[in-house]
């Protein structure tokens, strides 16, 4: 399913299909995406407790997520490797000692986006990329077809993973306790780790990396290890955390905490048109990850061009660097500045949402059921948005109900001229044509929904509001 | 987890326990409740495609659910096997010839029910048990302690199978196509089959045993053989379903079906108290099923005897049968008709419905949520039911949301008085003090909701009214 080539290729299925949208709008179900809690259920329950509660502790205490099975991997090892990485990585690489991770942005040479992930640097020669199998696929072909003296080994999602295991368990602490409870499990005592820095420690008598990053505000890590010792370093982890009110989080929990911090993952990789990339698309398989995008939402358009997205529309202008040579960059300096979305945050009407769901009672119309808390059932998910007027302004992504809010939020790509906090716009919910054909997605009517323009990270903004509101 | 007997006994628990309600309301995990889709998930998927629209193929074309995973199983054999079930039964059996299945309620000498099962005569002397955890146990404790010449063999859950896997499959087909699907997928057609009679039938080249029975007015069939032939009936099945619309159903709704049907799964079985019933808890283990009982809802009492119900309260009261010497039949002989209950459909105020769910947004007071479809979060749930006037005069019980129906629908036990159709009561929603410890509860407040009282099986009172609109 996952297999990223061999076999008949992602070009023969373009070829194959007149309607590449019609086709991935609904004939399609994505290997991985976030309301399909289910695929990964056999391995992390999508609830520990309960949702609500979870979504609480993560902002008011702090929680334990499993990142063990759900993302990709790959080691990249070399001489060479750094260089693909910086041909790759539109942001800067410049100052990648081995104490860091760095995010990693690749985009097509037109300067669309096809992927973002983590990368640690383990050793001089020797990168770890953690997550968006489109960007591991495509860092996988540069490195076979450019002149790169590279090695990579991969290591797909559990469900995936013909070896039913992954090399690494993989957690996540956050959380306003997250800090104190690190100290505490540490043995010897935390050392100081600035941000986005990559240290090891020692952690129920295991060796653990650990990465300090941190999500609405607060300090988190990332820590790793071998497999076999993950339970040891879960329960010293939970073992330090019970008196900071630790709790572990269930998938759906995890899901629905992008909605609050704004990070927006795995958009639709720009790789379906144009012959510079006929190569990679002939390279790919017509069964791997990027044959089977699943678009869904009401923004239906027979281009699929229309569904790319550059680094401004997700948020990344401000890591974008041209100070050094990588693909897509000449696309990207000459993009002109109209043509830049920005990322936001959508707060949706509550009225309008009441009536979404109190049209699940009765005979109808029946509006698309908005699921807690995970509300969007594409991959990736494109609403339209429109201003009052009704003229388009761009397009919602994903949404759900954050319980610490009490509100629906989306994370929006907006024109500039509507990316304005507090700016009201219309969203349209559900699928044209009663809905798509796609399984997962129940017969439905359309329904406008009014929304407000508010920052990203929309929970810091608010965090921010509330200190200067005291001090 | 689930053992039913041997090291610490049920008995040393409940003496253990100064409020037994109080540790069943708070401290314990059902080892199955039906909101628990995650239990399963590993073998039967939450939802195949999404449940609203399985739960609509339930209704109008035809469903296969998979009950191979989540029923307890007990193989009953030798002479006096028919007298122990005779003993047992509340009902009569008196004509129970190897080609019928039964249902089998067994209840204390005080006339309380322990459970229900479904139970096959597969041979004269052999008895296939399904289902109600507390009534198989009951039925291995008289076995033991009583003098009968029996075998007993157990096959529990998958999830807590040391064998992981089963004795045998087990398909359920319903729905309006179900008899036509089933004529077709049969190999030289399908004999005429009884309601509740059995017969073996050759589908998919396998030997197939087949219950005929029916859920909500229509023809439906249980399906059942050898573990290892499950994939090549149920492809049989699927393949024979296609033109007919027959889709797979998946745990949510599954356990969703039961608000429009009626049944009532899995009451509080009424063995923790009483002289008469000391061996038995003694024989019980404290660590299984009837030791994780999980009450939850408004209702709150500190007598556990508060929470025990006769058949009258499950809508039995028609097939108990006077007719043979049973456990508890002078207790229920003697039962005045006004401690009789009656079981009804409760449907819920929709504007009242609204705001619970509009309570999730905005700052509070946030009521406690209703999880669709499945909405009761107790195992067995009470809620209290008033009258107008406030005097109490029930509990409602399994609780959730019809796509169907365009409803919020629960099982309840009303005094007679109240239980006439069209009756308006009012029921009081989520725990009172925020909320019980129960870890998957979430901290919330009370809300009145209001409800109108109507017939039970609710679906197929609605289909007989339409039939009289258009007749």
Chains 1, 2 share one sequence.
Not at 2 to 9: E, L, P, R, T, V
Not at 31 to 56: C, K, M, S
Request: charged share 25%; net charge negative.
């Amino acid at each position: 399913m996952i297999k990223a080539n061999g076999g008949k290729s992602l070009q023969a299925l373009v070829d194959q299909k007149d309607d590449l949208v019609g086709y991935f709008y609904n004939e399609t179900v994505a290997p991985h995406y976030r309301a399909r809690t289910g695929l990964t259920a056999a391995f992390i329950p999508p609830e520990f407790t309960n949702w609500r509660d979870e979504q609480r502790a993560w902002r008011e205490t702090a929680i334990l997520f499993d990142q063990s099975h759900h993302m990709p991997e790959m080691l990249l090892r070399g001489p060479d490797a750094f260089r693909l990485l910086e041909k790759i990585g539109i942001n800067s690489l410049a100052n990648f000692t081995t104490d860091r991770a760095k995010q990693l942005i690749g985009c097509t040479p037109r300067g669309h986006v096809i992927g973002d992930c983590v990368v640690y640097r383990l050793e001089e020669e020797t990168f770890e990329l953690i997550s968006s199998m489109p960007l591991l696929n495509w860092v996988h072909f540069n490195a076979e077809k450019g002149s790169y003296n590279v090695t990579i080994e991969r290591d797909d999602p559990t469900p995936y993973n013909p070896t039913g295991r992954r090399w690494f368990y993989r957690f996540q602490l956050e959380g306003p306790n997250a800090g104190k409870i690190f100290q505490d499990a540490v043995e010897g005592g935390a050392p100081e780790i600035p941000f986005f820095r990559t240290a090891k420690v020692k952690i129920g008598g295991c060796e653990v990396l650990v990465l300090r990053h941190g999500m609405a505000g607060h300090l988190g890590a990332e820590l790793s290890g071998p497999y076999d010792e993950m339970g040891k370093v879960r329960s010293a982890l939970l073992a330090a955390g019970e008196k900071y009110g630790l709790q572990q989080g269930g998938t759906k929990t995890y899901f629905s905490t992008i909605f609050e911090f704004g990070w927006m993952p795995y958009p639709l990789p720009g790789i379906y048109t144009g012959e510079e990339l006929r190569d990679y698309r002939e390279w790919l398989s017509d069964s791997g990850w990027e044959a089977n995008a699943q678009l869904g939402g009401s923004f239906l358009s027979d281009d699929i061009e229309d569904y790319y997205v550059t680094p401004w529309d997700l948020g990344y202008g401000h890591i974008l660097k041209f100070d050094h040579d990588f693909i897509g960059r000449e696309a990207l300096e000459a993009l002109p500045e109209s043509k830049r979305r920005k990322k936001v945050t959508l707060v949706w009407n509550r009225d309008d949402v009441t009536k979404v769901f109190s049209s699940q009672l009765g005979d109808g119309p029946r509006y698309k059921a908005l699921d807690f808390p995970v509300a969007y059932y594409g991959w990736p998910q494109f609403d339209e948005v429109s201003a009052n007027d009704g003229s388009p302004v761009g397009h919602s992504c994903h949404c759900g109900y954050s319980a610490n809010e009490g509100e629906v939020l989306s994370l929006a790509m907006l024109d500039p001229a509507s990316a304005i906090p507090g700016t009201e716009v219309v969203l349209t919910w559900g699928e044209p044509g009663g809905g798509s054909r796609k399984p997962h997605v129940e017969r439905h009517e359309q329904f406008k929904i009014r929304a407000t323009v508010a920052p990203v990270p929309y929970a810091q903004s608010v965090q921010k509001l509330k200190r200067a509101a005291i001090s």
